[in-house]
């Protein structure tokens, strides 16, 4: 039997997968779509990310960007029909479990993968007491006895901070505020110690307190545990005390991937950076705030060129005629999925370090092929693109 800092004791739930120098979770080039009777929905297009045994990283997106379908993918829960992974590997512990069949998988769900659901009140039996339904994970994985089940689970109970957990542990649902209710998801996903935990949207429908509570619960939860956490949400606010790693999605795609710092000093694609200008922000009273005009694409009719075109300011020809910008390595740490990132970066003042200008718009003429060197620059060159991001 494990130990840990905990005051509830990590069960040993029988032999375990080993991460592999610390890798969990590995998602590369993870493609889903949605058979329906209006189309094909290509909801995930390439999707690649990695999660470290300790890491928390928060995949960030509006609505429909393929956050929560990709969470389900990886939890091996996607309704199929309409659902379909049409292409890539999600790989734990080195092994692509997409390979595994149902009965593997759902030995992997729970005591391996485990997942915080946005909605509580739907996700918990309105008819079973709350105690009962988080014992149920002890009595149907560990076999353990009615009892013993429930003596833990009034000890998670305590863990998640349920005030008077042991007079509550019979409660119903309903008789628990939003708050309370997701500390009983929280409780019941960690009940078998997961090694990764995935929290979609877990703050949603609270308010902004007991947001700041259920965020500081998680990241305890996960530091005392070394989970691998991937938290999903659209709100910028709510990860940036608890991020290691920001993914940013779009129409089904990560658009940029960076340390959570970089991120939010200096977005190095459009879209996060109108994200970051939506933000309300102290410091600036009586400003209109920056919102992205426009709304996400259709699925069933995803744009030719970058998906992002034609909300972005900065769209160039290129962005509309090319195909869609691959997924890059632009700076130490740094991936984003735009024509025009270094030069994104380049003219901002905190970040222009790696380039001047000059040579990333002679990059951007020429190609990443092309030595650029401030020397080797040809300044009689007529060079158009990019003007538009001073
Ligand atoms: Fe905007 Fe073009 Fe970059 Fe897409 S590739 S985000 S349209 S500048």
């Known amino acids: 039997m494990s130990q840990t800092s905990s005051s509830v004791e ?7 997968w080993q991460p592999q120098d610390g890798l969990l979770l590995e ?5 889903v ?34 956050k929560s379908v990709t969470a389900q993918a990886i939890m091996g829960i996607l309704d199929s029909p309409p659902a379909f992974i049409t292409g890539g590997e999600i790989r734990y512990c080195g092994s692509n479990i997409l390979a595994l069949p149902e009965e593997q998988r759902r030995e992997i769900r729970g005591p391996e993968i485990s997942m915080v659901f946005q909605d509580a009140l739907s996700s918990l039996n309105p008819v079973f007491p709350v105690g009962w339904q988080i014992a149920e994970m002890f009595r149907k994985h560990l076999g353990m006895n009615r009892r013993d089940s429930l003596e833990r689970a009034v000890g998670l109970m305590e863990r998640v901070q349920i005030p008077a957990a042991r ?36 703050t949603t429908a609270l308010d902004v307190t007991v947001q700041a509570q259920i965020m500081r619960l998680l990241a305890e939860l996960q530091d005392e545990r070394q989970m691998g956490l991937i938290l999903i949400t659209h709100d910028l606010g709510v990860v940036a005390d608890v991020a290691d790693r920001i993914a940013v999605m779009y129409a089904g795609r990560v658009v940029e991937q960076a340390d959570v710092h970089d991120l939010y000093r200096n977005p190095a694609h459009p879209y996060t950076k109108g994200l970051l200008d939506s ?4 410091d600036q009273k009586g400003e209109t705030l920056d919102a992205i005009g426009g709304l996400p694409p259709n699925l069933t009719n995803i744009p030719p060129g970058c998906p992002f075109n034609p909300r972005c300011h900065y769209a160039q020809d290129i962005c509309r005629i090319d195909p869609p910008p691959p997924l890059r390595e632009i700076a130490r740490h740094r991936l984003s999925a ?41 300044h009689n060159q007529d060079i158009e693109r990019g003007g538009d991001l001073q």
């Open 10 to 16: 990590v069960l040993d739930t029988g032999t375990r």
């Open 279 to 282: 933000i309300p922000r102290l």
């Open 27 to 31: 998602v590369e080039d993870l493609r």
């Open 338 to 378: 735009c024509h025009f990132s270094e030069l994104l970066l380049a003219h901002s003042p905190e970040l222009a370090v790696t380039r001047t200008a000059e040579e990333v718009e002679a990059y951007l003429e020429f190609g990443p092929e092309y030595p650029v060197t401030a020397g080797e620059l040809d």
């Open 33 to 66: 779509e949605f058979r329906t009777r209006y189309g094909v929905a290509k909801a995930i297009n390439g999707v690649s990310f990695d999660l470290r045994q300790g890491e928390t990283l928060a995949i960030l997106g509006e609505s429909g960007s393929g």
């Open 167 to 202: 007079q509550r542990v019979k409660a119903f649902p309903h008789q628990f505020s939003g708050g309370m209710r997701q500390r009983i998801m929280i409780a019941m996903s960690i009940a078998l110690d997961p090694a990764v935990l995935i929290a979609d949207e877990p």
